[in-house]
């Protein structure tokens, strides 16, 4: 039973295309987030959601927009993509109380 | 601002020895520090967390010691073996809060046959 799921897992675009990245989660968890790791394999968190409610938002373009249509759903969406937004992009939940992340196994966006 | 110093960058270590990973955080309201394990190709994973009312926790062959006064925390594994090889992230919470991390560069552990 996959906890935090993500699709797709790989997504290669030109620059200036629009996509999307999906994440669901089956545990019940409250809070979820949207994290970036580059090629250097830094994570910089970018946004978290807790009941669909925007709490976390990082400095970042406005090109991203989350959408958390309910608890369990977080997407990413991202508007004329540039060669800087390649990166894997995590998804992760948790249960404030407890602090442990739960992360999906990432999205690898490249952009040519 | 808030930061975590995650040293070293890169740890060889040889099978069976043990590996030391060291952190420094700057935010003195800081409580809760995790450590995450990522392996090639996954997401983070945690692997041993430590709140600020305790100065050590030890897991099997993990453990973590926090000191709050110098503001440092380590890992630690003992015996190391191959499928420790991944990149270990320490965290630091910012402030108290329930919500977000400050987390350090990462540390590529290889462990050597």
């Known amino acids: 039973d996959t906890a935090v799921s993500q699709t797709p897992k790989y997504l290669v675009t030109q620059m200036g295309n629009d996509k999307s990245i999906k994440c669901e989660q089956n545990?019940?968890?409250?809070?979820m987030y949207w994290y970036k790791q580059d090629s250097k394999k830094f994570l910089k968190i970018m946004f978290s959601?807790?009941?669909?409610?925007?709490?976390i938002n990082e400095t970042v373009p406005n090109r991203f927009s989350p959408k958390s249509p309910d608890k369990a759903h977080l997407n990413l969406h991202i508007n004329s993509l540039e060669l800087g937004d390649s990166a894997v992009y995590f998804c992760?939940?948790?249960?404030?109380?407890?602090?442990?992340?739960?992360f999906g196994e990432g999205s690898r966006l490249t952009v040519l | 601002g808030e930061n975590v110093e995650q040293h070293p960058s890169t740890l060889s270590v040889q099978e069976g020895d043990s590996a030391v990973i060291k952190c420094t955080y700057s935010?003195?309201?800081?409580?809760?520090f995790p450590w995450y394990k990522q392996e090639l190709g996954k997401g983070p994973q945690l692997i041993i967390d430590?709140?600020?009312n305790v100065g050590e926790k030890k897991d099997q062959r993990i453990a973590v010691t926090l000191n709050k006064t110098a503001k440092h925390f380590s890992l630690h594994i003992t015996e190391t073996q191959p499928e420790d090889s991944a990149v270990y992230f320490c965290?630091?919470?910012?402030?108290?809060?329930?919500?977000?991390?400050?987390w350090g560069a990462g540390t590529k552990l290889i462990i050597k046959p």
């Open positions: 430590i709140r600020s």
């Open positions: 545990l019940g968890h409250d809070t």
């Open positions: 935010d003195s309201a800081s409580n809760y």
């Open positions: 965290a630091a919470s910012k402030g108290d809060s329930n919500y977000q991390l400050i």
């Open positions: 992760a939940s948790t249960m404030p109380n407890t602090g442990e992340l739960f």
């Open positions: 959601y807790n009941n669909k409610e925007l709490i």
